[in-house]
């Protein structure tokens, strides 16, 4: 099984039900893809010094533009790793759906997060999503891969946003309960959600940031800040959106 980096395979980042072969790839994709999976790999070595034998699952990672119009995926879905689809979108940069099955996901979650606040990794978008069952959804570094005017062409929130997601089967839509967004140079964290009042924080101030059950914990060098966001996100229908 041809692999990508030690621990991650080739196959483990194809859809299983999709005739698509690596060599059928574009090179945009392949570099990207290896970007996730060094990545994954420095992640893989924390979650080591938590839970010993701690793997991690892929759940997905490339969508080939056929086949994420197949599942309803997002035209402008970072899965999409640089492949343009027919509606042109040309700013995706690889992500990747993970767990650790030895580890909590929320917990898994947590730890990645403090990992990019301290610097060990640098990651685009940074998701903890709920369908039936809990993942995290993970992109490569935007800078990486885009330049200057194509990053503008993209929201802080799609290009660095960490967030709550959670998926209503009964529409189809996808809810962000809770939202922080991350701005590229790691000035100031602003958490809100529906029509609360943003909290604006320096980096100085802030020790560790986590969403645990639709809510954001932000702790600070002199206290914690809690904030609960379910019931304005229940209000929040602007928030709804495909994924």
Not at 4 to 13: G, K, L, M, S, V
Not at 31 to 53: C, F, G, Q, W, Y
Not at 66 to 86: C, E
Request: with cysteine.
């Amino acid at each position: 099984m041809a692999k990508i980096t030690a621990n991650f395979t080739q196959a483990e980042f194809l859809p299983a039900k999709t005739e698509t072969k690596w060599s059928d790839l574009t090179q945009r994709a392949k570099d990207m893809a290896k970007a996730m999976a060094e990545m994954l790999e420095t992640i893989r070595a924390e979650a080591r010094k938590e839970v010993a034998n701690a793997t991690i699952r892929v759940n997905s990672a490339i969508r080939p533009p056929l086949y994420n119009d197949k599942i309803g995926g997002s035209k402008t879905s970072d899965h999409l790793f640089g492949m343009i689809p027919a509606s042109g979108y040309a700013l995706s940069v690889g992500a990747a759906d993970i767990v650790c099955p030895q580890m909590g996901t929320e917990k898994f979650f947590n730890m990645i997060l403090k990992m990019r606040y301290d610097g060990k990794i640098k990651t685009g978008q940074l998701l903890l999503e709920k369908n039936n069952d809990f993942w995290v959804h993970i992109a490569n570094d935007p800078a990486k891969f885009l330049t200057a005017s194509q990053l503008a062409g993209r929201s802080e929130w799609s290009l660095r946003g960490v967030g709550y997601n959670l998926y209503n089967g009964k529409t189809g839509y996808w809810k962000t309960i809770a939202q922080g967004e991350f701005y590229g140079t790691a000035d100031k964290i602003i958490s809100k959600a529906g029509d609360l009042s943003p909290v604006e924080l320096s980096t100085e101030q802030i020790k560790k940031i986590m969403i645990v059950g639709g809510a954001i914990t932000i702790c600070l060098a002199t206290g914690v800040i809690y904030v609960s966001y379910k019931e304005k996100a229940k209000k929040n229908k602007k928030n709804e959106k495909k994924q």
